[in-house]
């Protein structure tokens, strides 16, 4: 919390996601590279700080591009968005790891989360969004 206290008035939202979710491409990619328990430790470090990266910012942005009469609308559809990839990821990651691997599931996320980033980074800014009269 001390990072996003910091971080929320000299970092745009739409960037801070854009750099967690490349950090958190780092971290799957190392996942093919760490080795023994001090490897996988240290890519569930950098994974945690992909998470401090860009999770807070994520609501931050959804609450303030929602404005205030369709906040409550923009966070139901992040939760079940949210809740959704919880369900979808073990049934598609064991599939993967099924037919082609570790080193493939780990890549292809890697991969994922690179054109995640840059999709972030194409966000409008977070700013409230003009309600309908």
Same mark, same amino acid.
């Given at each position: 919390?001390?990072?996003?206290?910091?971080?929320?008035?000299?970092?745009?939202?739409?960037?801070?996601?854009?750099?967690?979710?490349?950090?958190?491409? $780092?971290?799957?990619?190392?996942?093919?590279?760490?080795? @023994?328990?001090?490897? %996988? *430790?240290?890519?569930?470090?950098? +994974? =945690? #700080?992909?998470?401090?990266?860009?999770?807070?910012?994520?609501?931050?942005?959804?609450?303030?591009?929602?404005?205030?009469?369709?906040?409550?609308?923009?966070?139901?559809?992040?939760?079940?968005?949210?809740?959704?990839?919880?369900?979808?990821?073990? $049934?598609?990651?064991?599939?993967?790891?099924?037919?082609? @691997?570790?080193?493939? %599931? *780990?890549?292809?996320?890697?991969? +994922? =989360? #690179?054109?995640?980033?840059?999709?972030?980074?194409?966000?409008?800014?977070?700013?409230?969004?003009?309600?309908?009269?």
């Amino acid at each position: 919390m001390v990072f996003v206290n910091w971080a929320q008035h000299r970092i745009a939202p739409r960037h801070a996601i854009a750099i967690g979710v490349l950090v958190m491409a $780092l971290a799957f990619a190392s996942l093919n590279w760490a080795s @023994g328990l001090p490897g %996988l *430790y240290a890519s569930m470090l950098v +994974l =945690s #700080v992909s998470e401090i990266l860009a999770m807070p910012f994520m609501i931050s942005w959804i609450t303030l591009r929602a404005g205030d009469q369709s906040r409550g609308r923009y966070l139901g559809l992040y939760a079940a968005t949210y809740a959704l990839g919880h369900i979808l990821a073990p $049934l598609l990651g064991t599939r993967v790891i099924e037919h082609f @691997g570790y080193s493939t %599931l *780990y890549y292809g996320v890697a991969a +994922l =989360s #690179v054109l995640t980033a840059i999709g972030f980074s194409q966000l409008p800014p977070a700013t409230a969004r003009q309600s309908q009269p």
